[in-house]
């Protein structure tokens, strides 16, 4: 329920909340695609709310260019270390949020285009299928273009539910959906999508200063789980 709310507020950051509980209980082959299944039923939830904020002309290169990085980050998972490289990133989430809360005129990237947003959208995809961490590089981006609430949405819903089904697709090609998993599916879906509920009805009362404050704090959060869950 509480990776659900996050989801429904933010768009994102379910693996990220969820992972810290539900590795106390089940392996991680179980807990990976439960996540890419219970995001993607948020996210589907959840995008008729949004749907008002999706530029197509804008998606469209995050889809693409993620849906090449997911695989070209599965064949890196053999040769990189994942433990420093959560540490890095969580150091780097950490950073950067604290920088963004104390500037007073935030910086704004108006130039790179459609390759620019591309670009990024591949990164996810590569860190999706390395580390499942396909969330961090969008989020700053969107928020570094200075889009709107409603447009970030507009890209991080269809963004993620993507990658995620890709991800969930290929854990079923795996053989990872066994009895077990359909077990904890059934369990985590309803209370998912309540949480999911929940966070939308709060994401429509907070304005685009308010859900800036919002995604920064779950970046700081996400940084020190990283960081957290390498050194364990």
Request: aromatic share 10%; hydrophobic share 50%; net charge positive.
């Amino acid at each position: 329920m509480v990776g659900g709310f996050v989801n429904g507020l933010t768009g994102t950051g379910y693996a990220l909340i969820s992972l810290g509980f539900w590795l106390q209980a089940m392996p991680p082959s179980t807990a990976a695609p439960l996540v890419a299944l219970c995001s993607v039923c948020g996210h589907a939830q959840a995008l008729p709310s949004i749907w008002r904020g999706v530029r197509w002309p804008r998606l469209w290169p995050f889809l693409l260019a993620g849906l090449i990085g997911v695989p070209l980050g599965t064949l890196l998972l053999e040769h990189v270390h994942v433990q420093p490289l959560k540490v890095g990133l969580g150091l780097f989430l950490i950073l950067y949020s604290a920088w963004m809360a104390f500037v007073r005129y935030p910086p704004r990237v108006r130039r790179g285009g459609r390759l620019a947003d591309a670009a990024v959208g591949l990164t996810g995809g590569v860190m999706g299928g390395m580390a499942s961490l396909s969330g961090p590089a969008p989020i700053i981006w969107v928020q570094l273009r200075g889009w709107g609430k409603d447009e970030q949405r507009g890209v991080l819903q269809p963004y993620n539910m993507t990658i995620l089904f890709t991800a969930l697709v290929s854990a079923g090609v795996a053989g990872f959906l066994d009895r077990s998993y359909l077990i904890w599916a059934a369990i985590s879906v309803p209370v998912s999508l309540t949480g999911t509920r929940l966070g939308l009805l709060l994401y429509r009362r907070v304005n685009d200063a308010a859900f800036r404050r919002l995604v920064l704090i779950l970046l700081t959060l996400s940084g020190v789980t990283l960081i957290a869950s390498a050194l364990r």
